[in-house]
């Protein structure tokens, strides 16, 4: 069964507090931060800070992710050594451009799994599609490796690459936006959508996590603790649409002993992918706690 992650709340590595308030709340996966979250001068006292999260905080369940400097980065390998042997539950890789880096970093993740008598594959991958080239290969991306569980919309970083401006609409960078879930979808990944900037704007985010879902987005990269409820809400199904999939499935299984293949259901026809999309909507509604 595919992992729940309506919310990946990013934190600053270098904040010990900010770490433990997250792992309080009703977030799917925490990312500390040791990328653009933390000033250079600062980077140390990160890789310290969460290298001891891993080690002493109770995450309660929820998934503990750790964003790196990308691979090619001088940063990368203090980056790694400091994190890698308390073992955190997956690497989030930033400005993802092609498949090397992530097979480099794959093959690192087996190497110290082979070390410590870890179960091969138990450290998984996302990664941050954020730049043009990134956008181009997100094919070879997508299949670079069997740990990978997620591809991340980096909205900003692609303007900045494409020198684009950002609209609220989001014009500007909605291809990439389907794009990514296109190749997500088509390899079996989940599709984690960008970050909502505009903190006091609640409205907004909602109305933007409702696109992300309209997409075929799973969840949300949000930055702040206000922002986890909007996500964890839109991106599980409603009580009216978790109603609706269990009356097909009951009509679906009701015909299908009856002999009847496709079907009429308040006026719309049922066929077998909208019967896969109801059960899609009860598998992600149960792991929601919500049936």
């Not at 591809?151 to 303007?159: Q, V």
């Not at 049922?270 to 929601?288: H, I, N, T």
Request: proline fraction near 5%; include cysteine.
């Amino acid at each position: 069964m595919e992992p729940l992650l309506r919310s990946l709340l990013f934190m600053p590595g270098d904040s010990p507090p900010k770490i433990r308030k997250a792992a309080q709340l009703e977030v799917d996966a925490i990312v500390m931060d040791l990328e653009d979250g933390v000033a250079p001068s600062q980077k140390e006292v990160a890789r310290q800070s969460v290298g001891e999260a891993l080690q002493t905080v109770d995450f309660g369940g929820r998934a503990r992710y750790v964003r790196l400097n990308p691979v090619d980065s001088a940063l990368f390998a203090a980056d790694l050594a400091a994190t890698l042997p308390h073992k955190p539950d997956g690497y989030v890789l930033p400005k993802a451009a092609s498949a090397e880096s992530l097979v480099q970093l794959s093959d690192e993740l087996t190497q110290a799994e082979d070390q410590y008598g870890w179960p091969h594959r138990s450290i998984v991958l996302l990664a941050v599609i954020g730049s043009a080239l990134g956008v181009m290969n997100l094919a070879q991306i997508a299949a670079s490796s069997s740990r990978l569980i997620a591809l991340l919309f980096g909205a900003e970083d692609l303007a900045s690459d494409l020198g684009a401006i950002r609209s609220k609409q989001g014009d500007e960078v909605a291809y990439a936006r389907s794009a990514l879930v296109v190749a997500a979808a088509a390899y079996g990944l989940l599709a984690i959508d960008m970050v909502y900037f505009a903190l006091n704007d609640p409205a907004g985010l909602e109305e933007e996590c409702l696109s992300g879902r309209r997409f075929g987005y799973a969840g949300k990269m949000v930055i702040h603790p206000k922002q986890v409820a909007i996500a964890n809400r839109i991106f599980a199904p409603s009580p009216a649409e978790i109603a609706h999939a269990e009356r097909i499935i009951q009509a679906y299984q009701a015909h299908q002993a009856s002999g009847v293949g496709a079907f009429a259901l308040d006026g719309r026809m049922v066929d077998l992918p909208v019967v896969r999309a109801a059960e899609r909507v009860l598998q992600k509604a149960r792991a929601s706690g919500l049936a």
